[in-house]
């Protein structure tokens, strides 16, 4: 049995940081940056090391020296140990029977690292996915309400990584997504209020990043989860304001206002900026932000810092500040949201691949304990 599970990159479009504080946001998922988990039966169980994210070989001690100062000393496998861990703790936790097969795990990922927008837990809800769906547990078993804390809590419970739940939100549900997560609601339903919007609504998207950040997106979250903690008053008001943002950002989508939108992104960036201040955000981070206004675009952050996001409405004004953008030294591209992602079957074997397409999927060549076989993907 091989299963293959593709989870798109995420960008927060209104409201964050409130997610991690009882506020609300709206997000989307992003087609063209993805993570994607391959999952065989094999007679051991096996996580293997990406080549380029996980690696234990090095020309030189200089090479070995810049890549823990740019990547850390962790890539996706602790991701992926972490994330098979937590499912099987679940699964005994909620009675849910899983049976004795073993399986060998590898990702890959094209999403930019360290720029807020979500790559970590796209590695992880992609593997939670698969292993949902290797060991036959369905959403009925695991609902999708509760997936996103689950995928949260590998993160803020197994590796001790500090997030909010907009991001495994929209990883788990796809396209365009409104969410309250107002803390009566939480304790009420054990979860959120998750609402899907209509996508076809949503203006022309871009961002901009950092290429080879070396700063840690999470490091913005620190200091406001004491100050929060602590009932500062301005801290408590500045997440009230987002939650409102939100609101009437998700009014502005629905009524096609997207100059009302682009102001209320703006303002959601100086509220931010104002609660973190210019320290905090960065260099980078400002300055994007200074070359998108320049040029009449509005934009924010969609996650913690690294990249920004953005609407526009003509192409030529896009064009006209990705020439800024590049002279700068930051990549910027037009992106797309999508409701889901269809995988395509990759493997780091040099395998000579073949895509049979059907009116329900396509045959793929994929690796099962090592040898080259078929595999059908369904769309």
């Known amino acids: 049995m091989i299963v293959h599970r593709c989870v798109g990159a995420r960008v ?35 996580v293997i090391p990406h080549p380029q994210f996980d690696p234990f070989c090095f020309s030189s001690l200089d090479h070995l020296a810049q890549v823990a100062e740019d990547d850390g000393y962790y890539g996706g496998v602790r991701l992926l140990y972490a994330t098979c861990k937590r ?25 930019p690292r360290q720029v807020g927008l979500a790559g970590s837990s796209a590695i992880i809800t992609a593997a939670l996915k698969s292993l949902m ?53 939480m304790a009420d339903q054990g979860h959120g209020h998750y ?15 950092v290429p080879h950040s070396t700063e840690c997106s999470g490091k913005l979250h620190n200091n406001m989860r004491y100050r929060f903690d602590a009932s500062e008053p301005q801290v408590v008001a500045g997440m009230r304001q ?44 400002l300055e994007m932000i200074e070359i998108a206004r320049a040029a009449g675009l509005p934009a924010k952050f969609p996650g913690s810092g690294g990249a920004i996001v953005g609407i526009y409405d003509e192409p030529a004004r896009l064009a006209f500040a990705a020439e800024a953008f590049e002279r700068a030294g930051y990549a910027v591209q037009p992106v797309t949201a999508t409701e889901e992602l ?24 994929a690796v099962r304990n090592g040898r080259y076989e078929e595999v059908f993907v369904a769309k």
């Open 342 to 365: 269809v995988p395509e079957l990759r493997t780091e074997v040099a395998a000579p691949r073949r895509a049979v397409a059907t009116s329900a999927g396509g045959f793929h060549t």
């Open 133 to 185: 769906d290797f060991y036959g547990v369905t959403d009925r078993d695991i609902p999708c309400e509760i997936q996103p804390q689950l995928v949260l809590s590998v993160e803020t419970d197994e590796l001790g990584i500090q997030a909010g739940l907009q991001d495994r939100v929209i990883q788990v549900y796809g396209g365009l997504v409104y969410m309250d997560f107002d803390p009566e609601i």
């Open 12 to 46: 927060g479009l209104i409201g964050n940081p409130s997610d991690g504080f009882g506020g609300k946001t709206i997000a989307a998922l992003l087609e063209d940056f993805h993570a994607s988990l391959m999952l065989w039966e094999s007679p051991d169980l096996e």
């Open 195 to 209: 609402e899907k919007l209509d996508l076809t609504k949503l203006p022309p998207l871009w961002i901009a990043y």
């Open 242 to 285: 987002f939650a409102r943002y939100t609101d009437l950002a998700r009014e502005a989508i629905e009524d096609g206002d997207y100059a009302a939108l682009g102001e209320l992104m703006n303002r959601n960036f100086d509220l931010r900026r104002q609660l973190y201040g210019d320290a905090a955000l960065g260099h980078h981070n």
């Open 87 to 111: 499912f099987h703790s679940h699964c005994r936790e909620a009675g849910i029977r899983l049976d004795h097969r073993n399986f060998t795990i590898q990702y890959d990922t094209n999403i």
